[in-house]
């Protein structure tokens, strides 16, 4: 039952809480506001500025029209259903209050049995994301196992509470009864979700349920009465608040959305445009304050108004700023006011006024000087921390090694100052640009997300071990700089896309069968290089085809270690953290929160799927039993329809064994248990033997005299094999039997 509940991750459907936006969001809108329009409405006690209107017929913007509905005497302000409730629009600062949904699983004492309900929100149509910055995802519970399945990522978090349940208020410790995450970048989509082993049919009578939620965490305080009553899903109709950055155009840049100025929502004198998460967003300039999508709506702020601003003087408000003037008879030296003298005081005075300023300048001096020296100081601090030294000491004593320490300039000159423009992928972990350094070389350079304490020390280690990996299939480190707060990574750079780009995004593109056994033998075999060549092994941790780049002549190499460098090394008795990608995430690593090998042969059975079908391994448009992929084959090899998932363009009769063969290989890598999935290394031999029977044609002669030839299986490895006939079939799934 656990394992079903497990297989449908990512799948289940509880309720959606946005309805579809009525027409598809483009930046191409004009932004005035038709005569009978409110610029700022009101609904309730909450102020509505514009963009945002309560008046369907006044919407400019696709998802900013808000139902602002009084019924039996209250008055909510709501996108799409009335639980989808507003609860503060900021214009300053590009963010709204929404109410979220909890999700939480009890124990049912009438049934002796969990009983669940499961939160999802979908906001993919509008112009909002869920904030990193103000969000967290917030596990309750004495014995909970919670994730938080966005799109394309899933983070987890264990809470326990260690026999006693905990005795202090306050913050989420994470040592006891909660535990909080970071919410990833750009979220539009999550569904809170628990993992049924862990849960609370032993301790119902003190901890009766269990609970996961995004939310702002400013508005989280811990109680311990959230974990022995209800209060924490009941004192707002099981929803917390969340805050979502909002954008003008969602998916727009600040460039993009300059080009066409009838469009560019920037209308007022004195604002500017600036690039959030979810688009483009407009703000007043330094010193003025107000609504920049209006014309005139920056006005200037009043600095004057704020109480003795000016300590001695008079307080005179410009554009923009303010100064200081003293009164009459008066003159600022420094920053008080102080009585002219008469005249024959006058040469002392000025030799007062230029000490002060040689003063000055020689105060700004040091001043720029010391900055300068914190500035170095900071960059060997960081050096260190990412294991700097580690790295100088380990490349000193193994000379030659071809593994560049950059400086954060040339990284800077060789990506633009990491312009959005020369983005070529986004990970979980951070974002990769395109760089061309000094020497016209080409590289991909990656910007990690921010890390906590211990993984930077484990950073430095981990790179050494990759800068030595020197395989034809892995991309190579060729670098990286480490005197930044966060790490960056210098990889050459591979220029034509990933394996999930060719198989899925030009569909008119024939893919020969030996073309994608070449492929998936590559990448299993790169793989296999990872599993052996350290100790202990280097896990991938996150393979999928969007992981698998190919260079000119379609040659295999994977890439994208985020997962494996940074995952958590230790079991961390209390929390820890699980993150893969929908439709290749192991289940057994989501249960037992153990990565292993065998985890990255499941995502590996998944790849050859997709190499397979030409299907995606995660359809979210998809119907409910159609999402997942691996779901969707496992079903077909059950029933014996093996053929109605395949290509077409590879299927034909010629084939077909062969197909069997990698489809049988597939179901193998995909075993619920990891101890049954086959070692990287044998699928890596397996298909390299599945290769060499597919380059050589033979005709159908005499089984038995095949079977006599091959009677020992090191032959079937030599690829000798170019007379004869063949039933391959039991040959090399025996083959690969005896290599277990
Ligand atoms: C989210 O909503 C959009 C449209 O509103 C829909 O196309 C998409 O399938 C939904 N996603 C999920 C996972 O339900
Ligand atoms: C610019 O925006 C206006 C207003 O929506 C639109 O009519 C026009 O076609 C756009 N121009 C270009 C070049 O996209
Ligand atoms: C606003 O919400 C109310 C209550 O759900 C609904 O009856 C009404 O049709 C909505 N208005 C619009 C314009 O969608
Ligand atoms: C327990 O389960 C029963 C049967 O499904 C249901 O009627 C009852 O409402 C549940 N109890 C609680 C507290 O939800
Ligand atoms: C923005 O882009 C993302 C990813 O490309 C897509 O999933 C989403 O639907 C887009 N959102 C809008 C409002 O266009
Ligand atoms: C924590 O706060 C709740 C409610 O505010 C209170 O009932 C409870 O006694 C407090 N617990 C402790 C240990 O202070
Ligand atoms: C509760 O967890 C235990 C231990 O993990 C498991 O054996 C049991 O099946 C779970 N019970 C339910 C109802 O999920
Ligand atoms: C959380 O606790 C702190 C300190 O006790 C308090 O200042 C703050 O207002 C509380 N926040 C909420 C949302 O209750
Ligand atoms: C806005 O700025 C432009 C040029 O900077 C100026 O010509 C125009 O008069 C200004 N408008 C207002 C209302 O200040």
Redesign the pocket.
């Given at each position: 039952m656990e394992l079903s509940r497990l297989l449908l991750l990512c799948l289940v459907t509880v309720w959606v809480l946005a309805p579809p936006a009525a027409a598809p969001t483009t930046a191409d809108v004009p932004v005035s506001l038709s005569p009978g329009c409110a610029r700022n409405a009101r609904c309730g006690g909450i102020d509505v500025p514009y963009p945002f209107v309560i008046d369907e017929q006044c919407e400019i913007r696709p998802g900013f029209y808000l139902n602002c509905t009084t019924e039996g005497g209250t008055t909510t302000l709501f996108r799409g259903h009335p639980n989808f409730e507003v609860t503060k629009i900021s214009v300053q600062d590009n963010k709204v209050w929404f109410k979220t949904y909890i999700s939480r699983q009890c124990y049912n004492e009438s049934t002796k049995d969990m009983m669940y309900n499961d939160a999802m929100l979908n906001i993919t149509n509008l112009p909002y994301v869920l904030s990193a910055d103000d969000n967290k995802i917030i596990v309750l519970g004495c014995n909970s196992l919670a994730y938080m399945l966005s799109n394309t990522y899933a983070v987890g978090c264990l809470s326990t509470c260690k026999d006693t349940i905990?005795?202090?208020?306050g913050s989420c410790s994470g040592k006891a009864g909660c535990c909080q995450m970071d919410l990833p970048r750009g979220v539009r989509y999550y569904h809170g979700y628990f993992n049924p082993l862990y849960n609370t049919t032993q301790i119902w009578r003190t901890n009766p349920c269990n609970y996961v939620t995004v939310m702002e965490s400013a508005a989280f305080n811990f109680?311990?009465?959230y974990l022995t009553s209800s209060?924490f899903y009941d004192r707002d109709q099981r929803r917390t608040p969340v805050v979502m950055e909002w954008s003008i155009a969602p998916n727009t840049t600040c460039e993009e959305a300059k080009i066409n100025q009838t469009s560019y929502a920037c209308v007022s004198n004195n604002s500017y445009c600036s690039t959030n998460d979810a688009g483009y967003v407009c703000k007043c300039s330094d010193g003025y304050q107000g609504n920049p999508y209006i014309i005139d709506g920056c006005t200037d702020i009043n600095e004057c108004i704020v109480p003795n601003r000016c300590p001695a003087g008079n307080c005179i408000n410009t554009l923009g700023s303010f100064t200081c003037l003293c009164p009459r008879g008066q003159s600022m030296i420094g920053d008080v006011c102080m009585k002219n003298q008469k005249s024959t005081w006058m040469a002392p005075v000025v030799g007062a006024s230029i000490g002060v300023v040689v003063l000055v300048v020689a105060v700004t001096c040091a001043y720029l000087i010391l900055e300068r020296r914190k500035l170095q100081h900071i960059k060997q601090k960081y050096f260190r921390q990412h294991g700097g030294l580690l790295l100088f000491q380990e490349m000193k004593s193994q000379q030659g090694l071809p593994f560049e320490i950059f400086s954060e300039e040339a990284l800077q000159q060789a990506t633009d100052g990491f312009a959005e423009q020369q983005v070529i992928g986004h990970g979980g972990h951070g974002k990769v640009y395109k760089g061309v350094m000094k020497d016209d070389m080409e590289v991909a350079v990656k910007r990690c997300m921010t890390i906590d304490e211990q993984q930077k020390k484990e950073f430095g280690k981990e790179m050494i071990i990759l800068s030595q990996i020197n395989h034809r299939n892995i991309v190579k480190l060729l670098g990286c700089c480490l005197e930044v707060e966060v790490p960056i990574l210098v990889y050459e750079f591979i220029p034509n896309g990933t394996l999930f780009h060719l198989i899925h995004d030009n569909r008119s593109r024939h893919i020969s069968l030996d073309t994608r056994l070449r492929i998936a033998y590559e990448s299993a075999d790169a793989l296999a290089y990872l599993h052996s060549c350290a100790s202990p092994p280097i896990l991938h941790g996150d393979v999928k085809s969007t992981n698998i780049l190919l260079n000119g002549d379609l040659t295999a190499k994977i890439c994208d270690f985020g997962a494996s460098i940074l995952a958590p090394s230790d079991e961390s008795q209390f929390v820890t953290l699980v993150q893969g990608t929908c439709g290749y995430l192991d289940p057994e690593y989501m249960q037992t929160w153990q990565l292993t090998d065998k985890s990255d042969v499941y995502s590996f059975g998944v790849v050859l799927l997709e190499l397979l079908t030409r299907k995606k391994a995660f359809n979210l448009q998809g119907p409910e039993h159609e999402k997942s992929l691996s779901m969707v084959f496992l079903c077909a090899m059950k029933e014996n329809k093996l053929e109605d998932i395949l290509d077409d363009e590879i299927k034909n009769s010629e084939n077909l064994e062969i197909l069997e063969e990698i489809a049988e290989l597939a179901r193998q890598c995909l075993e619920m248990c990891g101890a049954n999935r086959p070692s990287m290394k044998e699928v890596a031999d397996k298909l390299d033997r599945l290769r060499k029977v597919l380059q050589n044609p033979w005709a159908h002669k005499d089984p038995e005299e095949w079977d006599n030839l091959l009677g020992e299986s090191s032959l079937v490895n030599s690829g000798a094999l170019s007379t004869g006939n063949f039933s391959i079939t039991k040959r090399v799934a025996m083959g690969l039997e005896s290599g277990r």
């Open positions: 905990p005795k202090v208020n109680s311990t009465t209060v």
